[in-house]
């Protein structure tokens, strides 16, 4: 049964106010166990479900699809960032796509930042971490232990907490917080249960992942990071689940930007009494009902994408078609030739070497240039010197589409022009 507990906090002598210094009761929060809460959906709530993952199902059939997998990896940035402490700072998509391309072309030395550098590695790390979570055996605390390392490689309180933690207030007691999770000595217990959820198939995938991250963010696990850990779970049981093969869907950063919703629906989530009452059900249903809400926007937003995208495709076609013609050669590429095979793949790969290319297609190095500048002369590619032996090749379009995707996903109206960004984005493309 969900109630609060009342627990006593000694006063700390050693704080900088006489308000810090203050001791007393305050009351901790100890939900359900979900793996074996009861959850009753209104025909009209199930329904909506339903329709919701349809709508994510169908992304991957949509026109400039490919799209997606750039704009999942682009959109990490918001975390990484935040993973390496980086505050208020705008990394360009240019310059993280190219620190990433080194990762793989050791020629390549130059052209980003070393905030570039730092926030590409932790992309890396945060999409090694989270595939190997999604597709290991079963989900384990160790395994949600390593997703948190990799969020946050700094942090020096490791794996789960053993003391007591809160959200708002004072740094120094919880006695006025906004909410206290469940004391540390039940931690371990509540974690254990929210795997074996996981591990199952009780509910539908949508229900399922949000149930998880409200269930997660109330234990609150973690000294710190359990935002960034929460978020990422969402991914991680819509891929186990089949519902994405892998985080295609910007959720996460759909609920960064309706925060005030977002917390009251985590506050709502959190009922006291009995799990099958009527008050437990409907608890669960208004946080359930805008977590479906938020899919769909996400939803929307990432069709908005790849429409961009295939629409984009369609021009460098043509642009290909006019330069091929120009240059007397009729028609276009075979579709199995380097150049069409690359053309596909820049929605994915903005930034490129002729030594990725040679990797990534499995041509020849010569085969693999030769692509890259027909593309370049047909202007869908713009060459970068990246070393003095190496060329960069950016689809510069591409990295823009990126750009005003994520500013999209931070304004409230979905629409900058109707509101501003809520959160550190990077700045507008000047070309």
Known sequence: ?????????????????????RGGRYLAYLPDR????????????????LVVEAAVRDLAGTAGANGLEGLARFLLRSEAIASSKIEGLQVSSQQIALAELAQS???????????????ANNITALR????????????????????????????????????QNWIGGSDWHPVNAQFVPPPETLVTELMDDLCEYINGGLHAPLVQAALVHAQFETIHPYADG??????????TVLVRRGLTTSALL??????LTRSQDYLAGLTGY?????????????????????FLEATAVAVDQAKQFAAEVAELTH??????????????????????????????????????TARTVERALGVSFPAARTALEELADAGVLHRKSVDRQTTGYQAREVLDLLTFAERRLASTKWDTRQSKPQRHVPARPTT
């Open 315 to 352: 021009e460098w076609t043509a642009r290909l078609a006019k330069h091929r013609a120009t240059t007397g050669v009729r028609g276009m590429p075979r579709a199995d030739s380097a150049t069409a095979r690359l053309l596909a793949r820049l929605p994915e790969v903005p930034v490129l």
């Open 226 to 235: 359990n935002g960034r850990v929460g978020r990422a779970l969402i991914h």
């Open 250 to 255: 910007p959720i996460s950063l759909v609920l």
């Open 1 to 21: 049964m969900a109630t609060w507990v009342q627990r006593h906090w000694d006063p700390s002598f050693d704080a900088p106010s006489r308000a810090d210094r």
């Open 270 to 290: 959190r009922h006291e009494g009995a799990a099958d009452l009527p008050a437990a059900h409907q608890a669960a249903a208004e946080w359930l009902a805008m």
């Open 34 to 49: 979900l793996s074996s809460r009861p959850l009753i959906l209104s025909s009209e709530l199930a329904g909506r479900a």
């Open 128 to 163: 090694q971490a989270a595939s190997t979570l999604a597709t290991a055996p079963t989900v384990t605390i160790e395994g949600i232990n390593g997703l948190h390392r990799a969020l946050l490689p700094d942090e020096r309180h490791r794996d789960l907490r053993t003391v």
């Open 105 to 119: 072309d050791e020629t390549i030395t130059k052209g980003f930042t070393a905030t570039a550098q730092l926030v």
